[in-house]
T-cell receptor, first 116, second 111 residues
């Protein structure tokens, strides 16, 4: 299967700081990537759809000014959690859409964020 | 009502048992259906796609009933390594590819 990487794999930060998470598709080009968030014992929830060269599309209830998404190249999307607070602590997972005979999403390994 | 609903379990079964998971979805326009597997503190991994005709991959069989908006996964001859959370995943209708995840069903296979 295709490979998607995320960096960092985990981060601990103080409340009020900003955290950038990178998502890379390593062996295919992805015009579309997705950012999900998963709280303990909950399902993955889509936060936003990241489109290369255009603005991201945010799901209802997700603040676009707090969760900044940049998809400047066909292999990289970044999510910046601005002014992070403890309630932003979660497991953030990206996926990259590989188009072909069947569109398939490949997930990154996730980033665990803990805001103190 | 959640878009994708699953019995959270946990299902505790002995090695070699057959176990079935069920899932229902609310959006009748949903187009694609999948089962993903998620191990503890890891990302989801695609297990198999689900088709109306049903499909089988080794010990795993998936079925889709569009009329009832119901998806199932059957695991035969359970292995210890099958222990994980199984996520029912649906894509909405239209041109979007975003995935709607169920909360997952937890499976523990014991010796």
């Amino acid at each position: 299967g295709a490979v998607v990487s995320q960096h960092p794999s985990w981060v601990i930060c103080k409340s009020g700081t900003s955290v950038k998470i990178e998502c890379r598709s390593l062996d295919f080009q992805a015009t579309t990537m997705f950012w999900y968030r998963q709280f303990p014992k909950q399902s993955l929830m889509l936060m936003a759809t990241s489109n290369e060269g255009s603005k991201a599309t945010y799901e209802q209830g997700v603040e676009k000014d707090k969760f900044l998404i940049n998809h400047a190249s066909l292999t990289l999307s970044t999510l910046t959690v601005t002014s992070a607070h403890p309630e932003d602590s979660s497991f953030y997972i990206c996926s990259a859409l590989r188009r072909g005979n069947q569109e398939t999403q490949y997930f990154g390994p996730g980033t665990r964020l803990l805001v103190l | 009502r959640k878009e994708v609903e699953q019995d959270p379990g946990p299902f505790n079964v002995p090695e070699g048992a057959t176990v079935a998971f069920n899932c229902t979805y609310s959006n009748s326009a949903s187009q694609s259906f999948f089962w993903y597997r998620q191990d503890c503190r890891k990302e989801p991994k695609l297990l198999m796609s689900v088709y109306s005709s049903g499909n089988e991959d080794g010990r795993f069989t998936a079925q889709l009933n569009r009329a009832s908006q119901y998806i199932s996964l059957l695991i035969r001859d359970s292995k210890l390594s099958d222990s994980a959370t199984y996520l029912c995943v649906v894509t909405p209708g239209g041109s979007g590819y975003a995935l709607n995840f169920g909360k997952g069903t937890s499976l523990l296979v014991t010796p």
